[in-house]
């Protein structure tokens, strides 16, 4: 069994930063991409940023605010969010594709964290 496990939201006055952290625990063998989403009240659930299990990485509209990274050895990826906008509200959720010792590749889903930009 594979957990996903998502910490580092809060709440941040506009303007300010946080860093999000997803640890992927259970019967690893190697995990593939791994990708934070968020899903706004009353919107639809949306791609923040991608990287792949060699490092590439993908990101929506987040003009160069966010960044994502992966600690490999800790099974782990990040999403460093600057400059942060109340728009940037949202619950953020992990997903990773994952192959375990007994199934193949799977995608997983962290519960999600809240994250609210206010002043």
């Known amino acids: 069994q594979v957990q996903l496990v998502e910490s580092g939201g809060g709440w941040v006055q506009p303007g300010g930063s946080l860093t999000l952290n997803c640890a992927a625990s259970?019967?690893?063998?190697?995990?593939?991409?791994m990708t934070w989403y968020r899903q706004a009240p009353g919107k639809q659930r949306e791609l923040v940023a991608t990287?792949?299990?060699?490092?590439?990485t993908t990101y929506a509209d987040s003009k160069g605010r966010f960044t994502i990274s992966r600690d490999n050895a800790k099974n782990t990826v990040y999403l460093q969010m600057n400059s942060l906008k109340p728009e940037d509200t949202a619950v953020y959720y992990c997903?990773?594709?994952?192959?375990?010792?007994?199934?193949?590749?799977?995608?997983?889903w962290g519960q999600g964290i809240q994250v609210t930009v206010s002043s």
């Open positions: 990287i792949t299990g060699g490092g590439s």
């Open positions: 259970g019967s690893i063998v190697s995990i593939n991409a």
């Open positions: 997903n990773a594709a994952i192959r375990t010792t007994n199934s193949p590749i799977s995608t997983y």
